[in-house]
């Protein structure tokens, strides 16, 4: 039995870990759970999983779930500390880290010092924080299992890899639903036709940056801390039906990728029960009536969440995190209504050139970066 603590578990991510739970009662059990502040749907996941202790960052909103909870014998924690308690203190084998933001950063490091492996779905602690990160799980012999389709894919093409040298990681891409579409079409863009992904289901805000190609950008940053290889190594494939997940090119050509149907509760179930394939509730890939596969080059031009990345990317130190951060920022201006989606790009361009790069942040740099970064653009009247 495999004793879980999960972080973000209101969220889509978290949901369908719980989906995975479900489904194997027998090896997978709840210790933990914890979210920012839906303590709605926080009490119901309580109530049926009976962790040890609740997380609710949002002080005031712990405050009342612990009031709901009195009935039962589950401890309610607050605030950091209580995302950290949760991630730490309650014996659990592996830590699940499916929050949005960088709220994720503090209890991920104080998981991997305390020697719980990591499930992580949160994109922003490898791209602010890799640096930091991968060199204190290696200390630690702890392991980082991806659960983003890509970076799982990725990570079991190299199963079995020995010596084998990579030449490539493809990471693909569906392109989202502005592929096609010109630089003056997109300044017509509404929120609606942004959360209208043509092949996943995610939150809002990863649904707009995955829109917006950003979340290739970070997917990008991630693979590069997550395997250990330079940028050049990695390249992005636009593959729009959503079946390839991602590739590793051997140094002698061969290449594995992983196929399978759009269904994140794939790739959470195999770090949740890595190394071993469990059955799951995922359809089978119809070979026959899909008939074929098609790729396209990533749309740089128009669609520069990419582009921006990896020259955040090469920049290297702080400037992953500014980039992050202008995105955090921009991303929820344009789902409140009050910039246009084309801004998203020049919020997070123009932050960038304001920013002059450290080069080797600690946490508290990258911490008070994210804020500075808040404030630039805020400043910069979008």
């Known amino acids: 039995m495999k004793q879980i603590a999960l972080l973000g578990s209101t969220g889509s991510i978290g949901r369908q870990t719980l989906d995975v739970v479900r489904l194997h009662p027998d090896l997978l059990k709840i210790n933990a759970l914890g979210c920012c502040s839906n303590i709605e749907r926080l009490e119901a996941q309580v109530r049926e999983f009976r962790p040890r202790i609740a997380a609710v960052y949002d002080e005031a909103a712990a405050k009342e779930l612990k ?27 592996l830590d699940v880290m499916a929050n949005v933001g960088m709220i994720g950063i503090r209890p991920t490091v ?10 992580l779905a949160n994109k922003e602690t490898c791209v602010t924080a890799g640096h930091l990160i991968m060199p204190l799980a290696r200390e630690k012999g702890v392991k980082i299992l991806p659960v983003d389709s890509e970076h799982s894919a990725i990570f079991q093409s190299l199963q079995g890899r020995a ?19 010109t630089s003056a079409e997109l300044e017509g863009v509404t929120v609606e036709q942004a959360l209208a992904h043509p092949t996943w289901t995610m939150g809002p805000k990863i649904t707009i940056d995955s829109a917006s190609m950003v979340n290739k950008g970070l997917e ?51 770090a949740l029960t890595y190394p071993t394939h469990l059955a799951s509730p995922a359809k089978s890939l119809d070979f026959a009536a ?32 500014v980039f992050n951060a202008a995105n955090e920022w921009a991303n929820a201006r ?29 946490l508290e740099e990258i911490l008070s970066i994210e804020q500075e970064t808040y404030e630039t653009c805020e400043r910069a009247g979008y």
């Not at 002698?252 to 509760?265: C, Y």
């Not at 749309?299 to 990317?313: F, K, M, S």
């Open 163 to 181: 010596d084998s040298g990579i030449r490539r990681i493809l990471l693909t891409a569906s392109g989202g639903p502005f592929r096609k579409m």
């Open 110 to 119: 104080a998981a991997i010092e305390a020697g719980c492996e990591i499930a």
């Open 334 to 362: 344009f789902l409140q209504g009050k910039i246009r989606f084309p801004r998203i790009y020049d919020v997070i361009e123009m932050a960038m050139e304001a920013h002059k790069v450290c080069m080797n942040p600690s």
């Open 220 to 270: 990008v940053m991630e693979a590069r801390w997550l395997f250990d290889v330079d940028v050049d190594q990695i390249e992005v494939v636009v593959q729009p039906q959503s079946v390839i997940h991602s590739m590793v090119e051997y140094e002698d050509g061969s290449v594995i990728a992983q196929l399978g149907v759009s269904d994140m509760r794939i790739p959470i179930q195999y």
């Open 290 to 321: 899909l008939g074929r596969l098609e790729f396209e080059a990533p749309p740089n031009e128009v669609l520069r969440g990419l582009p921006l990345a990896i020259r955040a990317l090469r920049a290297g130190g702080s400037m992953p995190c």
């Open 67 to 93: 009031g709901k909870l009195a009935d039962t014998d589950v401890r309610v924690a607050a605030g950091m500390d209580g995302l950290i308690e949760m991630c730490t203190a309650a014996g659990a084998d």
